[in-house]
């Protein structure tokens, strides 16, 4: 099957500082590429929708400049954590969008990201 | 609106007995359903999906979902647990919205394999 993955796989990070998680599609062309927030024990939430060579869609109470994503390419998606706080410690995990396999969206493995 | 709901955030059943993991959707439209698994700190793996064709779907690892229109539902069953199926297990439905389609998460199912 198709093959999302993400770099990387964990994260410890100091307050403050920025982090940036790379998410491709290995086998396939995604135009559309996903990242999903996960706490501890919960189900996975949207965060954003990113489209190949436009701006990313950002759902409601996601702040767009803490939360950078940039999708140059057909295999790549970029999801930039700024100024990070602890409270943005968490498992966040991108999927990617086959159009050409009924638009099935296939998921990263995860990072997990630790602020300090 | 669109919504998932699975009905039990955990089961627990014996290796060798019948796994059944239950899930309702709420949708204006026809929905894609899906079941994805997690096992701890991995991502998603896409065990079966429904698009509007059969509707008994049959997925990886011996499991299969039933689509019943009449009941909204879309249960994810398996004859024979095995310890390798302990993990995560969400119900996902996809709606449709402008240019992208989007998807929502139930709030998933935690299966327990026990000898």
């Known amino acids: 099957g198709a093959v999302v993955s993400q770099h990387p796989s964990r994260v410890i990070c100091k307050s403050g500082t920025s982090v940036k998680i790379e998410c491709r599609s290995l086998d396939f062309q995604a135009t559309t590429m996903f990242w999903y927030r996960q706490f501890p024990k919960q189900s996975l939430m949207l965060m954003a929708t990113?489209?190949?060579?436009?701006?990313?869609?950002?759902e409601q109470g996601v702040e767009k400049d803490k939360f950078l994503i940039n999708h140059a390419s057909l295999t790549l998606s970029t999801l930039t954590v700024t100024s990070a706080h602890p409270e943005d410690s968490s498992f966040y995990i991108c999927?990617?969008?086959?159009?050409?396999?009924?638009?099935?969206?296939?998921f990263g493995p995860g990072t997990r990201l630790l602020v300090l | 609106a669109q919504s998932v709901t699975q009905l039990d955030s955990h089961v627990s059943v014996s290796e060798g007995t019948p796994v059944l993991l239950r899930c309702n959707y709420s949708?204006?439209?026809?929905?894609?359903l899906f079941w994805y698994v997690q096992h701890p700190n991995k991502g998603l793996q896409l065990l079966l999906k429904?698009?509007?064709?059969?509707?008994l779907v049959k997925g990886i690892n011996g499991f299969e979902a039933e689509f019943k229109k009449s009941e909204t539902s879309f249960h994810l069953t398996k004859p024979s647990a095995h310890m390798s199926d302990a993990a995560e297990y969400f119900c996902v439905v996809r709606w449709n919205t402008g240019t992208a389609s989007k998807l929502t998460f139930g709030t998933g199912t935690r299966l327990q394999v026990t000898l």
């Open positions: 429904y698009t509007s064709a059969a509707t």
């Open positions: 949708s204006s439209y026809s929905p894609s």
């Open positions: 999927s990617a969008r086959d159009s050409g396999a009924g638009e099935t969206q296939y």
């Open positions: 990113s489209n190949e060579g436009s701006k990313a869609t950002y």
